[in-house]
């Protein structure tokens, strides 16, 4: 009993170790391990049937991906830059009439400035500030991304060359691995590999269906208040959902905010009640499809995401449940004792 305990301490161990010191610097070569995993099924098209080599269907396949990447990273850099223009020289009306509102319940009201503020101009850098501030939480992340990398251009070329030698040798070097593995290890390392596929691809699902959900409830609620933007606005919302630091409510709470306080109550309460909804649509749905995906009880989910954050960062959204399921699976296959099952009802 105790040797198992010390067996499951040692196994966690590991993986903080893994996640925490070594993963950066394996960091582009998982990349394109998965990338070259998603490519291999049409390399193989592309030999079974038109008797392309490996090694230029892999090119052909990486170069046709890319250059579709590429394009629509260009288009939604474009549509990106048009916005903010258009923002930004709509800004000085936008800020007048807040500015103006904000007199206006302030004399109607009499209500004093808070200490520290001489004008209403200095709420108003204050308030910018903050949400520049509060936008700025995503910087962190990225740079935990790729700090261990001198610079990202390098960490791309190092990732786009694996990805080309390990799907041009995809099952060779599937067999060099497996080979150098111990007789009696390989049947637990196929249930390994089947049990953190199963866990990555469930929670890969199950955040492309919250982020539809967002979309959905987004898309419906923009196009009842009829607002300019609506598809681009809510795709922009679903996949800032995603992240945990920033949220849909970065876009919808300041936007409904705004609208309160130039006294547009029903527009204002509107974009608060479509965010109201997408809050409780994640909190009802992530764990129960996340659970039916990767095969884990609802509260289990719902605690390995929350320690996986607190204790490895934003990361930790996908390490939690990665590890939650490792350790099911390790129950499995009888290294961790299972968990006694309850009698009764």
């Not at 709420?123 to 910087?139: G, H, T």
């Not at 694996?162 to 390392?189: C, E, G, S, W």
Request: with cysteine.
């Amino acid at each position: 009993m105790y040797k198992r305990i010390v067996n499951v301490i040692i196994i966690l161990g590991l993986i903080y170790i893994f996640v925490e010191y070594i993963f950066g610097l394996f960091a582009p070569f998982i990349l394109a391990y998965l990338i070259a995993f998603l490519l291999n099924p049409f390399v193989n098209i592309l030999k079974k049937r038109f008797n392309i080599p490996r090694g230029m269907g892999t090119l052909l396949c990486m170069l046709t991906i890319l250059s579709a990447l590429i394009w629509g990273l260009v288009e939604v850099i474009k549509k990106l830059i048009s916005e903010v223009v258009a923002l930004s020289e709509s800004f000085p009306a936008y800020k007048a009439e807040l500015e103006a509102k904000l007199i206006e319940i302030s004399e109607a009201w009499a209500i004093p400035l808070p200490a520290g503020f001489t004008s209403i101009d200095d709420i108003l850098v204050e308030l910018l500030n903050w949400f520049s501030d509060s936008l700025a939480q995503i910087v962190p992340l990225a740079y935990g991304t790729i700090k261990f990398v001198p610079s990202t251009l390098f960490f791309m070329i190092v990732m786009l060359i694996a990805t080309f030698f390990i799907t041009k040798d995809f099952y060779f070097l599937r067999r060099f691995m497996y080979a150098q593995v111990p007789d009696n290890i390989r049947p637990h390392i196929d249930k390994m590999q089947i049990g953190l596929k199963t866990a990555f691809g469930g929670y890969v699902k199950t955040q492309f269906i919250l982020m539809g959900g967002t979309f959905c409830i987004c898309f419906t609620g923009l196009m009842v208040l009829k607002r300019d933007y609506a598809f681009l606005l809510s795709v922009c919302i679903a996949i800032f959902d995603a992240f945990p630091v920033l949220g849909s409510g970065a876009f919808l709470i300041t936007w409904g905010v705004y609208h309160l306080i130039l006294g547009n109550w029903s527009l204002g309460l509107s974009l608060l009640s479509i965010y109201g909804i997408i809050v409780i649509m994640r909190q009802v749905l992530e764990p129960r499809v996340l659970a039916g995906q990767i095969g884990m009880y609802a509260l289990v989910t719902v605690m390995s995401i929350y320690i996986g954050l607190q204790v490895f960062g934003a990361i930790g959204v996908f390490v939690g449940p990665m590890i939650a399921v490792s350790v099911q699976t390790l129950q499995t296959m009888g290294i961790i004792p299972k968990f006694k099952e309850p009698s009764g009802e």
